[in-house]
């Protein structure tokens, strides 16, 4: 059976990847950003992930307003870095895992939960920075990727709560899977930044600290926080954060935790800023 071994965190921001792709990782504004990632691209050298589960928001470059699906699964054999205006980022195309994402389809939606099935789109720095942030600057990605993309773009977003349910949905799919896959969920996205209007510029640092320490400890009542307390402390493209509940929701839960089955904190990093963004990054190992 296939099963989740950890899930990994981290925020995006498009100006990462400009300075990756740019060699910029050297310069004192960088250096500090990139240092809390050596741990991650080390320790997937060890964990060998057959697969990965990305929880990610398009920035409306594979969906416009045209149609905005809530929560979209790809389930296409493979996936092409999108021009965000500038061209594509010089990344190697995303392969996708079209059985296992089929199979988590059919059971997530048969389990209630409305999912969007994509079988083609372009991926943007939503899903290839945080691939670059853990595995690094390669020629091709180490293992197949599910993107899954969640709307925290235009209103109305999905509440904690739901996020935090279809995490255990998709856990429950996956670890029905009669191959021994080695799995991996990322939720990406956050943590607080706000890039336009009056409060453009915000950034909470102990908010965001609350978020990581309950995200770890008390995640079902995180799950709880209503969307409009991320738009209020952690700025409008802070509410990207409920996308985190979606790979917490996967893992080992609260019941089980108390239980002393908690999933390892093997690593934790906090840095301000990014760009405009203030760049959080968690590995929880289940046990
Ligand atoms: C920035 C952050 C984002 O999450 C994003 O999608 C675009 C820009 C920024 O910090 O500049
Ligand atoms: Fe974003």
């Known amino acids: 059976m296939a099963k989740i071994s950890a899930s990994v965190f981290t925020s995006h921001v498009p100006a990462i990847g400009a300075a990756l792709d740019l060699g910029k990782t ?8 990139f240092a ?12 060998k992930p057959d697969v990965v589960f990305l929880v990610f928001n398009d920035h409306a470059t594979a969906f416009s307003l045209d ?3 809530t929560f979209a699964i790809g389930t296409a054999a493979e996936y092409q870095p ?15 895992h079209p059985k296992l ?43 197949p990727v599910i993107p899954f993309a969640v709307n ?25 899977y009669d191959e021994p896959l080695n799995v991996q969920i990322w939720g990406t996205g956050g943590m607080s930044h706000q890039l336009q209007g009056p409060r453009a ?31 209020r402390e952690a700025g409008s493209e802070g509410i990207e954060l409920v ?30 800023p990014a760009s405009n963004t203030a760049v959080g990054h968690v590995i929880l190992e289940n046990n």
């Open 243 to 272: 996308m985190w509940l979606i790979a917490r929701g996967a893992m080992s839960d609260v019941n089980e935790t108390k239980k002393g089955n908690a999933p390892t904190v093997r690593h934790r990093f906090y840095h301000v």
């Open 82 to 96: 999108a021009d965000e205006g500038w061209g594509p980022r010089p990344v190697p195309k995303v392969i996708g």
């Open 152 to 176: 925290v773009v235009q209103y109305p977003v999905p509440s904690g709560r739901r996020c935090f349910m279809l995490g255990k949905a998709i856990r429950k799919a996956i670890e029905s």
């Open 101 to 143: 994402a089929a199979h988590i389809a059919q059971s997530v939606i048969q389990d209630d939960f409305d999912l969007t099935i994509v079988n083609k789109m372009d991926v943007d720095h939503g899903l290839t920075v945080p691939l670059s942030l853990i595995f690094g600057q390669v020629d091709a990605w180490p293992c």
């Open 36 to 47: 809390g990632y050596d741990f991650a691209k080390q320790w997937e050298k060890e964990q």
């Open 67 to 69: 149609m905005i699906p």
């Open 26 to 33: 050297g310069e004192d504004y960088w250096k500090p950003v």
């Open 201 to 231: 510029g915000l950034i909470n640092r102990e908010w965001d600290n609350a978020f990581l320490d309950r995200l770890i400890n008390d995640p079902e009542g995180l799950s709880k926080v209503p969307h409009i307390d991320y738009v």
